[in-house]
């Protein structure tokens, strides 16, 4: 059974920075994983944030994919041996204010679509990120 905890939230001030971590049991973290970052704020539709997905050849490429709005500011990156997905977020923006969920399962390998929440198959509960002006 694969579980996805995130953590990391918080309130911050315009301009600061925030690590989210999305610890992962249960989800093999190499050869095509696919693992990403969705958010929602209130009254908005759910949106991909980031997502990496582990391919190529060897299954040793890593290829990341970013929404326009945070491309720059945010880093998104995963740690085998520690199971864990992180997204580094800096400069961070009030209109970047949301619920930050962790999902894995995606099949960007397969030709899917990075940023299309239905077409992953774990879900974490989520993180709140608070930015403030």
């Known amino acids: 059974q694969v579980q996805l905890v995130e953590s990391g939230g918080g309130s911050v001030q315009a301009g600061g920075s925030l690590r989210l971590s999305c610890e992962a049991s249960?989800?093999?973290?190499?050869?095509?994983?696919?693992m990403g970052w969705f958010r929602q704020a209130p009254g908005k539709e759910r949106e991909g944030v980031a997502t990496?997905?582990?391919?190529?050849?060897?299954?040793?490429?890593?290829?990341?994919y970013y929404a326009d709005d945070v491309k720059g500011r945010f880093t998104i990156s995963q740690d085998n041996a520690k199971s864990t997905l992180y997204l580094q977020m800096n400069s961070l923006k009030p209109e970047d204010t949301a619920m930050y969920y962790c999902a894995a399962g995606c099949r960007v390998g397969y030709g899917g679509s990075w940023s299309r929440g239905d077409e992953y198959n774990y879900w974490g509960q989520g993180t709140q990120v608070t930015v403030s002006s």
């Open positions: 990496i997905y582990t391919g190529g050849r060897f299954l040793t490429t890593y290829y990341t």
């Open positions: 249960g989800y093999t973290f190499s050869n095509g994983a696919c």
